[in-house]
């Protein structure tokens, strides 16, 4: 989350440190994937795995690299110690590297790509082509799994913390795999024996299932969750910050997600906060995503405050509690969220703007996919204008409320659109 802001807030060189650490965490990474680590996990009663305490071996003997939830500055990737609900989940570095693919589509910079991103993607997908295994009709699944510091209750009416293809885990090989087949086309090394397996493999992941209720499954099956409210919003991964899941493409998916949001309540930590902005402007619900904003900026007394609370201190951190920067960088990676939202082939333009709240208003110097800089006016809540430029060559669709329009826009040269998206201006730089 503190990096969500970095590329549509146009802060792209921001990104550079968080790479470097990848690429460390993946050196250690391949020796947790390769031999076996003994950690201590205490469980609670694991849905068709076990029901006890104890000291363990992970023994991956998997390919590529693997990091763990829980990391340091000496780049720690192995398991953590503690209860299995929170110190088992595998998919740390695999969430990580979707920041690698997101990096490119942003900027377009191939030699990042080849140099860089490609290397890393390569090493997550196959440690995760090795850590998956077939299941129930054929589907490729993980297991042991975990929806990161949430509990269900199991068919034995007790409370349990593992099961098997988490939708969290899913979303994010999903991403990654997409990257990496993406990555590989930008490249030209679709024929590549790595990437044809991870073709392969993409029809058969487990997929993302709604419940019985309309809501997004948080686990492959349809547990009674204990504690609705829960501040984590992992089974919503794929409609944010990932791309599995879209108003234009899955929209039965988008109201199960929309029913999710609404079953989790506004209540949370600052970062579950932002969290749910974001995703409620992925679905374009300005009202819900700006009722989200409104929390955000509760006034929070440090001595007065309760687990989970969320809002501001009166020095603008904000409250977890204690304070966590995580929804301070996130919050203009949501608000930005709000204003454009992109693909490497379409940019739509104010897509969850709360009209009547913000009526009037500019923004300027966001960034959307394919590398373009964004400048937007409105006035009583409907557009005024539009900026663009690149920096290359670039065809893109723009989307304002029913319209669109297919443009070409040539490099150096910035073009100013009216609410029709009509071209009104150009002038180069």
Known sequence: MNYWPA????????????????????????????????????????HRLCNS??????????????????????????????????????MGGAWLCTHLWEHYTYTLDKDFLRNKAYPLLEGCASFLLDWLIEGRGGYLETNPSTSPEHTFIAPDGKPASVSYSSTMDMSIIREVFSAVVSAAEALGRSGDDLVERVRKAQPRLYPTKIARD?????????FEDPEVHHRHLSHLFGLFPGHS??????????????????KRGEEGPGWSTTWKTALWARLRNSEHAYRMIKHLFDLVDPDHESNFEGGLYSNL?????????????????????????STLKDLYLLPALPRDKWANGCVKGLKARSGVTV???????????????????????????GITVA???????????????????????
């Open 317 to 341: 951190f904000t409250a977890h509690p204690p304070f966590q920067i995580d929804a301070n960088f996130g919050f203009s990676a949501a608000v930005a969220e709000m204003l454009v939202q």
């Open 214 to 222: 309309g809501s997004i499954m948080e686990w492959a099956q349809d």
């Open 407 to 429: 443009v070409k826009l040539l490099s150096g040269t910035i073009y100013t659109f009216n609410r029709q998206l009509k071209c009104v201006k150009t002038y180069s730089l």
């Open 53 to 90: 305490s104890f000291g363990t071996q992970v023994n991956y003997e998997a390919s590529g690299w693997v990091v763990h939830q829980v990391s340091d500055i000496w780049a720690k990737t192995s398991p953590d110690r503690g209860q299995a609900v929170w110190a088992l989940w595998p």
């Open 245 to 262: 899941i879209t108003v234009e493409k899955t929209p039965d998916l988008c109201r199960a997600a929309d029913y999710t949001l609404y």
């Open 375 to 401: 400048n937007i006016c409105w006035n009583e809540g409907d557009l005024h204008e539009v900026g663009l430029w690149s920096k290359s060559p670039n065809y893109t669709r723009l989307h304002f409320r």
């Open 7 to 46: 590329l549509p807030c146009n802060l792209h060189e921001c990104h550079v440190p968080l790479f470097d650490y990848i690429s460390s965490l993946s050196v250690n990474g391949s020796k947790t994937a390769q031999y076996y680590a003994y950690f201590y996990l205490q469980f609670l009663p694991i």
